[in-house]
């Protein structure tokens, strides 16, 4: 949190035009301190952007970016090239699936659309533990059992990117969400008959999204250049 607000702090003395700042998902409705420290990081954007007049500062909000450090998909091929069984914590865990490209996208999208103060959220698919699970199977032709494991500590069923609070004034931008800043001071008397109209929009998590199928998956894990490296090496054993 201190930080962000150096960094903010900085960007707007020198006059910085733009500062993007990533979240994630374990800022909605956080669990864990992980999820706490972004949620904070979070209200120091909005903070930061309701007093810059001359530089933008916008968050992004998305889940965790397949084949990133402590993503479970080297985790899971590892376990296969040991022979081992593949541990799943739950296999109803849904988890949002983005590439790092998408990623780039969003802030990227967030850079030329994005106004002072507002989270912008990606829209994307999701898929169970044990889809993403048979699906990496299926690509390697594995065929063992596998192993559950629980839950981990601080660890949450399903992602959510955009929350019950925040629908009521999230604008629906296509291919993505957009969160305004609220800007209205604490003295609600002069607002009291603005802004109270619910949008329409529902919560968006992992649950609630298009589900891909184990077919699907393998689709969207086969465009994944780690994974196409890996397809590569295993050819060669």
Request: glycine share 6%.
């Amino acid at each position: 949190m201190l930080g962000t607000e150096n960094v903010l702090t900085a960007a707007i003395e020198e006059g910085v035009k733009t500062v993007i700042c990533l979240s994630t998902d374990k800022a909605a409705y956080p669990v864990n301190a992980m999820g706490t420290s972004k949620a904070m990081m979070e209200k120091v954007v909005i903070a930061k952007s309701r007093a810059s007049k001359n530089t933008k500062i916008c968050c992004t909000r998305y889940g965790n970016v397949m084949y990133s450090r402590g993503s479970v998909l080297p985790l899971w091929i590892n376990q296969i090239k040991d022979g081992s069984a593949l541990t799943l914590t739950d296999p109803h865990m849904t988890r949002f699936l983005m590439s790092l490209n998408e990623a780039v996208d969003l802030v990227m999208f967030a850079f030329e659309n994005g106004e002072n103060g507002d989270i912008l959220v990606q829209k994307s698919s999701a898929t169970t533990v044990k889809v993403l699970a048979d699906a990496i199977k299926e690509i390697f032709h594995y065929a063992k059992n596998d192993r559950i494991i629980g839950l981990r500590h601080g660890e949450k069923t399903y992602e959510t990117l955009l929350t019950d609070e925040e629908c009521y004034h999230a604008i629906d931008l296509g291919d993505f969400y957009r969160v305004p800043c609220d800007k209205r001071d604490l003295n609600y008397e002069k607002y009291i008959d603005l802004g109270t109209e619910r949008s329409g929009i529902t919560q968006f998590n992992s649950n609630n999204t298009r589900l891909l199928t184990v077919s699907q998956t393998v689709e969207r894990l086969l465009e994944l250049q780690e994974i196409q490296e890996e397809l590569k090496n295993w050819n060669q054993i």
